[in-house]
């Protein structure tokens, strides 16, 4: 019979929990004797702190400590708070066997007997090194956060609670609203609202439209500390724990006061640029009958020198009345985005010489001297020849309006690459260093003084500035004071100088005639005439504007008055035979005086025709086909 085996001890209760904290791995679980003292050792301890028990069983348990903690006797205190209280918990750095450190959760538990008395202790520790590093690295990243939403000053960024109270409050809040933090954490966030506002529930109504769609955002009135309102754009968000349990509200507000002024400054300059187009269209419509009344009377045979006298002052405040619509139509036009502009090559000279004759009446009617420095080549730019005559007429109406009569203004025309710069300078009033700042400001008419004097809108320098943007250049304004003269000067891209030839193409294949009288109305009507034949006219109303616009562009044929003030006929004919070109021009004199010995005088004098006044029709004709202007 075979012999049975011997059974395993029986394990007793103690046996069993020995086993137990011994197979625990991730807490350090030991007993230390009344003096601290290491009693026991188990798995996780050693895995924990490096140990073998064999190492540390009958050693202080001080030597998990740091060094500065063992100084302050801090181990033999947590000793008595765990004898005195029976347990005792912290959390702290604790020491390794290779020296690093760990951050520890430590349970001390004071063991005691049926009578009472201190036995040990256990000792109960674990690693909290990975949970505190996350720890304060959220904290950190909190810290972070925090101090950048305070430091911000464009945004008021502050939290509510669930019922709408203020719990924190940043720098840009402060500033926005005027409130210090002492003064507003703590109290409802209504107080930011108008009377009206809170009376309509608007605060609460905010919040509840911000839970349910999850964000409420929204423009109007808020007040500030002194009373004031401003003009808010405000953000509320709920914010919401990981257990999705409302804790609060987030609310960020700017300061969108000033954002709205200029928005309605822009909307209020919309509003006035379509008046004053309205405005100038609808004046256009009495002037239109005016100025046929004005035609009527200015074909009447033999009118009266009163009649005559009051219907050319109608005239020329018509059209300067005329002149300030148009301006008025442009400035609309501009502000509008709608002026009707041409981009093409033009001929530059031609620019120029159209602008002298429109302004030279009022050069003359203020006995300004112009002097002109224009390159002897044809130039070519690129632009519309409307406007860019429009810019150049505006700065010298501006410069003869304010030069006082008899004063001097410059022309001066140069090219620098493919930049084609151009100045008008005066001797005048000039302006101040406050009026230059202003110069091109829509309506400004520099200082009120000044303005007092002369009329005007103050918008042709304004129209002028915009027109030459337009082309891609600039205008700038110049004076060293007042009464001490004014520059300005714009320029335009991509101009050079024409190919041989290339600036007779201004007005298509239409020649050019170039009538010289110092009367007025007799230089212009005949100029009317020959427009009406389609020829392109220029109009000199004295022998050096005569000079000056031959120089400018060689005409095909001229009709010259002899008796004329200053430079007569002939000493104008003479001068120019003188000029590059003049030999092949054809030439009429065009007098009052018409015996054999007038016309003798002028053939010998060089005129190719003499015509005698008042023109014939037939015989115009005759001279313009003898000049190759006309052909039967």
Request: proline share 4%; charged share 25%.
């Amino acid at each position: 019979m075979s012999a049975k085996p011997n059974p395993s001890p029986e394990l007793t209760t103690t046996d069993r929990f020995r086993l137990l904290v011994d197979a625990v791995q991730d807490y350090g679980i030991f007993m230390l004797d009344t003096t601290g003292h290491v009693a026991s050792w188990n798995t996780g301890a050693q895995r924990m702190k490096q140990y073998r028990p064999d190492e540390i069983i009958g050693k202080h348990f001080s030597v998990f400590y740091p060094p500065d903690a063992v100084a302050a006797g801090w181990p033999d205190e947590e000793l008595r708070r765990a004898e005195q209280a029976g347990r005792f918990e912290e959390e702290g750095w604790r020491l390794r066997k290779d020296g690093t450190r760990f951050w520890a959760n430590v349970v001390i538990t004071a063991l005691k007997n049926p009578d009472g008395e201190l036995t040990g202790f256990g000792k109960v520790t674990r690693d909290l090194t990975e949970r505190r590093a996350h720890e304060e690295a959220l904290r950190e990243s909190e810290q972070h956060f925090r101090l950048m939403i305070e430091g911000v000053r464009d945004y008021a960024i502050f939290m509510l609670s669930p019922d709408g109270v203020i719990e924190s409050w940043n720098r840009g809040a402060q500033l926005i609203k005027g409130y210090s933090a002492s003064e507003v954490i703590g109290k409802h966030f209504s107080l930011f609202y108008r009377p009206e506002d809170l009376q309509a529930g608007k605060p609460e109504a905010e919040l509840k439209l911000a839970l349910a769609q999850g964000r409420a955002e929204e423009e109007g009135w808020r007040v500030r500390r002194d009373g004031s309102v401003f003009w808010a754009n405000v953000v509320i968000a709920p914010v919401y724990d990981a257990g999705r349990q409302l804790r609060g509200f987030v609310k960020v507000t700017r300061d969108m006061t000033e954002r709205r002024r200029l928005y309605e400054l822009e909307k209020s300059s919309k509003r006035m640029s379509e008046f004053l187009a309205m405005l100038a269209h609808e004046l256009r419509n009495p002037l239109a009958p005016i100025r046929n009344a004005i035609t009527i009377l200015q074909l009447e045979p033999s009118p009266s020198p009163l009649v005559r006298s009051s219907r050319d002052m109608i005239d020329r405040q018509l059209s300067h009345m005329t002149r300030l619509v148009d301006d008025l139509l442009d400035v609309g036009r501009l502000t509008t985005g709608k002026i009707r502009f041409k981009a093409e090559q033009v001929s530059y000279n031609q620019v120029v010489a159209r602008s002298l004759e429109a302004v030279r009446p009022l050069l003359d009617a203020r006995r300004h001297s112009l002097t002109t420095d224009i390159p002897d080549a044809a130039i070519l730019a690129q632009g519309d020849a409307t406007r860019l005559a429009q810019v150049l007429q505006n700065l010298l109406i501006n410069a003869a309006k304010f030069t006082p009569e008899a004063g001097r203004i410059e022309l001066k025309v140069w090219l620098e690459g493919t930049q084609l710069y151009t100045s008008v300078r005066d001797n005048g009033l000039g302006m101040s260093p406050e009026a230059l700042s202003q110069v091109f400001e829509l309506f400004s008419q520099g200082d009120a003084q000044t303005a007092a004097r002369e009329s005007g809108l103050g918008i042709g320098l304004t129209l002028a500035r915009s027109l030459v943007e337009m082309h891609g250049g600039t205008l700038q304004a110049e004076s060293e004071g007042a009464g001490r003269g004014s520059t300005f000067t714009f320029f335009l891209p991509n101009a050079q100088i024409a190919a041989q030839g290339a600036d007779d193409t201004d007005a298509g294949s239409a020649p050019m005639i170039l009538v010289v009288d110092d009367n007025r109305d007799a230089a212009n009507s005949l100029a009317e005439i020959l427009r009406l034949m389609d020829c392109q006219v220029k109009v000199a109303y004295d022998g050096l504007a005569a000079l000056e616009l031959f120089r400018q562009q060689t005409p095909q044929a001229i009709l010259l008055d002899l008796g004329m003030p200053g430079m007569n006929g002939y000493e104008v004919l003479a001068a120019m035979r003188s000029l590059h070109g003049g030999e092949q021009v054809t030439v009429a004199a065009l007098t009052g005086f018409g015996t054999d010995e007038d016309k003798k005088r002028a053939l010998d004098a060089g005129f190719d025709e003499h015509l005698t006044k008042p023109l014939d029709l037939a015989v115009l004709q005759t001279f313009l086909q003898t000049a190759g202007v006309m052909t039967v």
